[in-house]
């Protein structure tokens, strides 16, 4: 499990599933210390909707 505060700043919780028998899943990738990425992308279907990638620690933003 993977969780983070919504980057939008709403305050929302958001929590990813890293287990590689669950759907839908993420793989986080460490490769660069302390600059965690995480795949396929982070789309909120409530709330505020927020589309983003997580890329070397570094929020990436999707276009609408």
């Known amino acids: 499990m ?3 505060k ?7 919780l958001i929590q990813l599933s890293l287990a590689s028998s669950g ?3 993420w793989a986080v990738d460490m490769s660069h210390p302390r600059e965690a ?3 396929p992308s ?3 279907m409530a709330g505020c909707r927020s589309h983003f990638f997580l890329k070397k620690g570094k929020v990436v933003w999707c276009k609408p």
């Open 42 to 44: 982070i789309h909120r």
């Open 23 to 25: 759907h839908p899943r």
């Open 37 to 39: 990425s995480l795949h």
């Open 6 to 12: 919504c980057p939008c700043g709403c305050g929302d």
């Open 2 to 4: 993977a969780a983070l």
